[in-house]
């Protein structure tokens, strides 16, 4: 009897029958809709793209000259500390990033504080950092407290509302060893910081809102999962009349 050695054999890239040569073209397509509909979203995103800046790296640009010169008034000396601690306030910044802004909150600070107000700063300022130094909870009340010091005391000269976030966590960028001078190489690295964290790119697809979400959202999460079940069902569907064709019959 003569033996057909390709009777078990199956190749997708190499198909040996009519139906396999189908399902290969089949797949092929479908994988080509779902590759398109995902990568060719993501391209669409990337050349619509526009930098859109925060409005506080606005305020930002309009005082740093003066700033870096030293030779801002009060109001852009607190406009330029609330722009620094809004960055700081991010989940992730670098760590030269959170140094260099560290040095400039704290600068910044004490130099708008009167000769009594430093005193009192400074004081506060190291008693929170030992106590901070010792790795307390921070539900512990003596570590609230001088929190809680630091930050009226901040807030105050920096002309922080108490309704601000702000207010809540300028204790912790606060460096007691870094009030004195803002360092040129520090200097060098603010406006770069600013504008990775206060600048970013936006698009039409992102801006505009459909059903409620997000655009780029509902794509993502809902559009592309509908699609995908979508195309499960229509394979199923081409298989099934691919095989009438063919007068296959399952068992």
């Known amino acids: 009897m003569e033996s057909n050695q390709n009777d078990y054999h199956i190749s997708f890239f190499k198909p040996t029958t009519k139906q396999a040569r189908w399902n290969r073209n089949l797949v092929i397509v479908l994988v080509l809709i ?13 050349i619509t793209v526009k930098p859109t800046p925060e409005q506080a790296f606005i305020q930002y640009e309009s005082v740093w000259d003066n700033v870096n010169n030293e ?21 992730f910044i670098k760590p030269e990033s959170k140094m260099a802004l560290n040095n400039a909150v704290s600068w910044t600070t004490f130099q708008l504080a009167d000769s009594s107000q430093k005193i ?22 003596d570590y609230i407290a001088s929190k809680n010091g630091v930050n009226e005391l901040a807030s105050e000269i920096l002309g922080i509302e108490k309704t601000d976030v702000r207010a809540k966590f300028v204790a912790l960028e606060l460096k007691s060893a870094e009030m004195e001078v803002f360092t040129p190489e520090n ?36 559009f592309l999962l509908v699609l995908f079940v979508f195309l499960c069902w229509l394979y199923c569907v081409r298989v099934d009349k691919m095989n009438v064709k063919l007068d296959i019959e399952e068992l």
């Open 34 to 46: 779902w590759t398109v509909a995902i990568f060719g979203f993501q391209y669409l995103l990337k």
């Open 71 to 91: 030779s801002a008034n009060i109001e852009e000396m607190q406009s330029f500390a609330h722009c620094a601690l809004s960055v700081l306030g991010k989940v």
């Open 120 to 141: 009192l700063l400074k004081e506060r300022l190291l008693n929170f950092e030992t106590i901070k130094s010792g790795d307390p909870s921070i539900t512990d009340p």
């Open 187 to 222: 200097k060098e690295i603010i406006p770069e910081t600013m504008s990775l964290y206060l600048i970013h790119n936006q698009s039409f697809l992102t801006d505009f809102k459909f059903l409620g979400f997000p655009f780029h959202y509902f794509y993502t999460a809902v």
